[in-house]
């Protein structure tokens, strides 16, 4: 049962194929879980050659026009740098994969195969290969343990994947997407029960409040 879906926004810019690879990711990852997401998208999708037009300015109506306007629709989407389309998945929640198809391409496998690192307090991350201009990182917060309290300096969009979180203004549960700003100042604890296992996109790096996690954080690149 996901309560918290993607925003407009984010789903416009990603059907217009103008969010970093990062953040494609999260909103791909999250499209595969949830039928709501992925209904608003086709919308949006379907409305790309109107929304096209406007970006373009002017609509131009002389002869030949609708060819050349439908062949840059056609290479519009074809530009559309997505991961992986975001397939259903005809498993019963309890039999999905950890990792949707959008994901498996970037990380290969199951949680057992990925490379995770110690970040303290017993929570591990993976950073996973992307365009810089945004950065994406699997979480793996034991069952119990706290995240250290930390602010944005952007925008950072949490899905979670396995297990559920709480924090100070929310719980988040397996689909679940959370959208933390600048304004949001928090500390994510998982929930008991599974392990909770996240992809987070950062925009920019994030800032932590206690001076020892400021140190790490070019070491751990997030
Ligand atoms: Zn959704
Ligand atoms: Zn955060």
Redesign the pocket.
């Known amino acids: 049962m996901i309560r918290h879906h993607i925003t407009d926004e984010l789903l416009m810019a990603y059907s217009a194929g103008t969010l970093p690879e990062a953040f494609s990711l999260v909103v791909a990852t999250h499209v595969s879980l949830c039928d709501e997401c992925r209904a608003r998208l086709e919308s949006y999708d379907a409305v790309g050659g109107a929304l096209l037009e406007k970006m373009d300015g002017a609509i131009d109506l002389s002869a030949g026009s609708l060819d050349a306007t439908l062949a840059r629709i056609a290479a519009w989407k074809d530009a559309q740098d997505r991961p992986a389309s975001a397939i259903t998945q005809a498993l019963a929640p309890e039999e999905q994969p950890v990792f949707p198809a959008p994901l498996r391409d970037y990380v290969g496998g199951d949680p057992a195969a990925v490379r995770w690192r110690p970040v303290g307090g017993g929570v591990r991350q993976a950073v996973l290969p992307t365009s810089r201009e945004a950065s994406v990182r699997l979480l793996y917060i034991p069952a119990g343990t706290a995240v250290p309290d930390?602010g944005?300096r952007g925008t950072?969009l949490?899905l979670v994947l396995q297990g559920a979180f709480r924090d100070e203004h929310d719980r988040f549960g397996a689909g679940d997407i959370e959208i933390?700003t600048e304004v949001?100042q928090?500390t994510?604890v998982a929930e008991p029960g599974p392990d909770c296992i996240c992809l987070a996109a950062t925009d920019a790096p994030?800032r932590f409040s206690g001076w020892l996690p400021r140190l790490a954080q070019p070491f751990l690149r997030i």
């Open positions: 930390h944005h950072e949490t933390a949001t928090h994510p994030l």
